[in-house]
């Protein structure tokens, strides 16, 4: 639904709204989304009995590509003044319009491009918008679809793209706790494992490189929430593989270990930082041992 350089565009979009009149942006949105209802419709089964699944004219998936491109720059640049969300905000929740749009998503050959795009969709909504959208069921459910349908891929590209996106659901649940709630019940809809972000994180607990770090902190995030929520707490440690994946992560990384180092003389010797970092399985090791030490640091500290 987004492609690869929705930033250039979004910033020339950003400078082209300066002085414009909220209720023409939302006149060009509804225009926006009515031209994506057709085709959208078009292509319903449950609308039109001539409709197949997955096939749909690569020019028509294109128009709706660029339609709700646009349509989410507005909705992005859209500040609510006294209300407690603008009339596009509005507008995309009363008409369900995300939803609808991940369903047009799964008519189609679902394709991990597919997955990326949406992900990155995602996150540009999360991070950039002037409004708080995760408080929005119809706004969090179908992004609660959409990282279901992500769980156990094995694509690197898609693996990528899906931590990024928990990692900004984490940090904005740890400044807005009080959405942490709505994560728990909208999981619940989708018929899959309470507060499905943190099930979601935990393969990647021991992960080497950038995603594994971005998933540590990530946890971390949820973890001081669990020091201060008994709910999150208990789910942690009763409902998910959390704690036995930590130890026996822990354990296989230092089974991994090299038996010997190179020999720097007779004389003692204290192995440092510097030198630890030129060896990949000690990073790795030393990285998920720092983890797990500020995981207990959080229950050690816990009032």
């Not at 690869?4 to 414009?20: C, F, I, P, W, Y």
Request: charged share 20%; with cysteine; glycine share 4%.
């Amino acid at each position: 639904m987004m492609s690869t350089g929705t930033s250039d565009r979004k910033n020339h979009q950003a400078v082209s709204l300066e002085g414009v009149d909220p209720e023409t942006c939302m006149i060009v949105f509804k225009t926006h989304w009515s031209q994506v209802v057709k085709i959208l419709e078009k292509h319903d089964p449950l609308k039109n009995i001539q409709a197949k699944y997955g096939a749909i004219p690569q020019d028509e998936a294109s128009t709706v590509q660029n339609y709700v491109e646009h349509m989410l720059f507005l909705l992005i640049e859209e500040q609510a003044k006294d209300a407690a969300m603008g009339p596009i905000l509005e507008f995309v929740v009363t008409e369900n319009i995300m939803e609808k749009l991940f369903l047009w998503s799964l008519r189609r050959e679902f394709t991990d491009e597919m997955k990326i795009e949406q992900l990155k969709m995602y996150e540009m909504l999360v991070t950039q918008s002037h409004q708080p959208l995760l408080h929005h069921k119809p706004i969090l459910k179908p992004l609660m679809m959409l990282l279901s349908s992500c769980s156990g891929t094995t694509i690197s590209a898609v693996e990528a793209e899906l931590v990024v996106l928990l990692n900004q659901l984490c940090s904005t649940l740890a400044k807005d706790p009080s959405i942490l709630e709505l994560f728990f019940h909208t999981s619940e809809d989708q018929g899959a494992a309470n507060f499905l972000i943190f099930s979601l994180l935990i393969p990647f607990i021991h992960r080497e490189g950038t995603i594994g770090q971005q998933a540590r902190d990530a946890l971390l995030f949820i973890m001081s929430l669990s020091a201060e929520n008994s709910v999150v707490a208990n789910h942690i440690v009763e409902n998910t593989y959390f704690c036995p994946v930590l130890a026996t992560g822990l354990s296989g990384l230092y089974s991994s270990l090299p038996t010997k180092l190179e020999e720097k003389g007779e004389e003692w010797h204290c192995l440092l930082k510097d030198e630890w970092l030129l060896s990949p399985a000690l990073v790795q090791f030393m990285n998920s041992l720092e983890f797990c030490n500020a995981v207990i640091q959080d229950y050690v500290n816990k009032p």
